[in-house]
């Protein structure tokens, strides 16, 4: 974590090279009191904005299940369990994320793979939403999935999947995946290289549905907290060099969970403060665009 002095060192450096973005705008909390209770993270919206999906964490990590929230004329409806997520503590159910069209949710979970098994690590699932409600739960398989935890699952137009992973042989201690969809099937995922993974955690990546930048966070000693948010983009198939979102995103404090609505104009994320042996946690949101950053890539 940076000194007192070193932060205000950044945000001059952020205001000269980003005037338009640090000056004015204020991340603030999402659905406050409703959504937003303390105890939140990992927000995802339907394309159509109508339809929120969260993980409640009751401060802690103990229990984790997702939540739906619907707009009613203007207003977040009182969140319920979502059908297809646990209940009390026999798994842990995390990191919502719609599909650029709306029609599938991917999710992460420790959910065993057929009765009487037990399981701890994460694989990732997803579940079809339909005009007439959610259908059930399913695994995407043992290409993506390993034995280690995979999490963190975002999917482009195109079907393929990023993702992070603690899985053997990354440069990290999580890294960011890419799983192709071709002919009909995921295929063998590729670790996104130097540019997007470190020797620490370089996790929670949302791709953009055109593939065109990717949003996730990293623990960085340089950085302005626990975890910052970063932005690279995709130039003839590399990955540029990642750029810190600076500090009126990113706090002295955890920053985790991006999300970006598809054609939407705002960037939702969580912060997470550590509070003794729990954590208060919540959902923000912020006036947000990709392209301003691309003048400060290296």
């Known amino acids: 974590m940076l000194s007192s002095i070193g932060t205000f060192s950044l945000l001059l450096l952020f205001s000269f090279f980003t005037p338009q973005y640090t000056r004015a705008q204020i991340a603030e909390i999402f659905a406050p009191g409703v959504i937003s209770d303390g105890g939140v993270f990992g927000l995802t919206l339907s394309p ?35 059908p297809f997520s646990t209940s009390g503590k026999k798994w842990s159910d995390i990191d919502p994320a719609f599909s650029p069209d709306g029609k599938l949710l ?28 959610w259908g059930e739960a399913f695994h995407l398989g043992t290409v993506i999935n ?24 990354g440069q990290g201690k999580l890294d960011i995946y890419l799983s192709e969809y071709r002919n009909g099937a995921y295929q063998k995922p590729q670790n996104l290289g130097a540019e997007l993974n470190t020797q620490n955690h370089d996790s929670n990546p949302f791709i953009s549905p055109k593939e065109d930048y990717l949003i996730f966070w990293r623990q960085d000693p340089g950085g ?25 995103i990113n706090t002295e404090i955890g920053e985790f969970c991006p999300f ?39």
């Open 106 to 133: 991917l999710f992460n979970s420790t959910r065993p793979l057929a009765a009487g098994q037990s399981k701890e690590d994460f694989d990732i699932w997803g579940v079809k939403r339909t005009q007439t409600g």
């Open 48 to 82: 159509d904005g109508k339809t929120a999906v969260f993980v409640r964490a009751y401060g802690g990590r103990d229990s984790l299940h997702l939540f739906v929230s619907r707009l009613e004329i203007g207003n977040w409806s009182t969140p319920v369990r979502a």
């Open 224 to 248: 302005f907290g626990a975890s910052d948010l970063y932005i690279s983009f995709k130039k003839k198939n590399t990955w540029t060099k990642a750029v810190n979102l600076g500090p009126t």
């Open 260 to 298: 970006m609505q598809p054609k939407g104009k705002k960037l939702f994320f969580a912060r997470t403060r550590v509070n003794g042996a729990g954590r208060v946690e919540n959902i923000y949101s912020i006036d947000f665009s990709a392209k301003q950053f691309k003048t400060i890539q290296k």
């Open 146 to 169: 390993t034995d280690s935890s995979d999490i963190y699952a975002t999917v482009a137009n195109s079907g393929n999947i990023y993702f992070s992973s603690n899985r053997a042989g």
